[in-house]
């Protein structure tokens, strides 16, 4: 890395071999795998803008008994460099707290304590991160009709600066996903800001709570915890909630070598095995937390009371906030009754959708190939393929699921899939090739991916 980052504006570098967008895991295990690059003598000029003020991760779902649903080796190295000094393992070795870890017996991290971890590991990395940084738009850089370059436009409380890259890393992660039609409010957010925004409610009467997947759970439980005289209201597409698929065989799927097979399965593959086993990740909940939710309701029943109110098989059909409450109307497909809800709060676990780089890409957004999908066409290193030619790179991470699978947005492939994306970015610069080069011979899988030089 280049000594010269250090903190300020007055150092930001005009021109760098790489601008990261983001500074979560997925940059995080990049800015790693770059250092081991240049630690080799091999390496590149990087610099790393993130919005956020501190390094965070989920800030507002960081519950306190919270657990994660993989395996602490799921960290930002351990797949691709068992001795590397950034794991959770050296973590809790310099943090003392190995051998109770240990003692714990359980493989899956709290969620505070893998947050713990991810700032630690981030405090090493300060001198090529910018935080308080947006980055509000990417220019492509065009000579002699090809595209060489980039243009990161960033704002901060300096002050606005533009910084030239020959490869730009877009891990801007995922935003919250509300129904169509519903706007957040005062009284109205996601699941991704629960934290920050239950401390608000005053002895709430009632609540909502709509979703089906483990965070809608979990804040159904929390604000059953926080606030034990209120009934709070679960909203279910499904049945009930079903339980996440952890079976060593499906969980397979989420190895770093299935992501070369799913990548190069015909698109009619990965379509039908996405419907398949979406049920390992997506729209369910982890055993512990389903017990959990159905043995409060079990207890409450015996003790005459019902805090916990699940709505099976049933959607929102209308929202209606006010400044004393909200008014939600629950359908249920099972009768085809309505049921009208005045609740004071209503929190959406429905999901994330993936950033969508055109919005940074502004005028220039349809220099990314798309899919009949309209969905970014990417190369087996997460490099997207331009509709222009030319030897600048934009490698796009966690918008690829409808290619390199489920692991796209998780975890469980960050640590390998960043010392692809570092090789491939070193590889660049000491070769004379065109990643992008559109011309009569490109070949279909050269479109997709599977042979490209880098």
């Not at 595209?147 to 890393?169: M, N, Q, Y």
């Not at 439980?221 to 009934?231: C, G, I, K, N, Q």
């Not at 997207?384 to 699921?401: D, F, N, S």
Request: hydrophobic share 45%.
């Amino acid at each position: 890395m280049n000594a010269a980052m250090t903190e300020g504006a007055e150092n930001i570098p005009e021109t760098v071999d790489v601008v990261g967008i983001g500074f979560g895991p997925a940059n995080l295990a990049i800015a790693i795998a770059l250092r081991e690059h240049a630690q080799e003598g091999r390496p590149l000029d990087a610099v790393f803008f993130e919005a956020q003020e501190e390094p965070t991760w989920h800030p507002g779902m960081l519950l306190e008994d919270a657990s994660m649903q993989i395996s602490f080796l799921k960290d930002l190295v351990t797949f691709r460099n068992p001795v590397s000094p950034y794991s959770f393992v050296a973590f809790l070795h310099e943090r003392q707290r190995l051998v109770d870890f240990t003692n714990r017996g359980c493989a899956e991290p709290l969620r505070i304590e893998f947050a713990a971890y991810l700032r630690w590991v981030a405090e090493a990395f300060s001198d090529v991160v910018r935080y308080g940084s947006r980055v509000e738009r990417v220019t492509p850089i065009r000579i002699d009709g090809e595209v060489e370059a980039f243009d990161v436009l960033v704002t901060s409380a300096d002050g606005v600066h533009t910084v030239r890259a020959r490869s730009v890393i877009v891990a801007a992660g995922l935003r919250p996903r509300f129904p169509a039609g519903i706007l957040p409010g005062r009284r109205v957010w996601h699941s991704a800001d629960h934290v920050h925004r239950v401390g608000e409610l005053r002895v709430p009467r009632r609540l909502a709570v709509i979703g089906t997947g483990q965070s809608a759970m979990e804040v159904a439980l929390d604000l059953s915890d926080r606030f034990p005289e209120a009934a709070v209201h679960l909203v279910s597409s499904q049945f009930g909630v079903a339980p996440s698929d952890q079976g060593p065989l499906v969980n397979r799927i989420f190895d770093p070598d299935s992501v070369d097979l799913l990548f190069d399965a015909p698109d009619a593959v990965r379509t039908r095995l996405d419907a398949l086993h979406r049920n390992a990740n997506n729209g369910v909940a982890s055993t512990a937390v389903i017990r959990a939710f159905f043995d409060r309701m079990y207890g409450d029943a015996w003790l005459g009371r019902e805090r916990l109110v699940l709505h099976r098989v049933s959607r929102l059909v209308a929202l209606q906030e006010e400044p004393s409450g909200v008014q939600a109307t629950i359908h249920s497909e099972l009768d085809g009754s309505r049921t009208l809800l005045d609740v004071d709060a209503v929190v959406f676990g429905t999901g994330y959708r993936p950033f969508d780089t055109a919005e940074l890409l502004q005028d220039d957004a349809g220099l990314l190939r798309r899919d009949d999908a309209g969905r970014p066409v990417l190369r087996r290193d997460h490099s997207a393929a331009l509709t222009e030619p030319g030897t600048a790179r934009l490698v796009l991470v966690g918008q690829g699921e409808h290619q390199h699978g489920l692991t796209s947005t998780l975890l469980s492939t960050t640590a390998v899939r960043a010392g692809e994306i570092a090789d491939a970015l070193v590889a660049a610069v000491g070769g004379n090739h065109h990643p992008h080069d559109t011309s009569a011979g490109e070949t279909a899988d050269d479109r997709k991916g599977t042979h490209v030089a880098v």
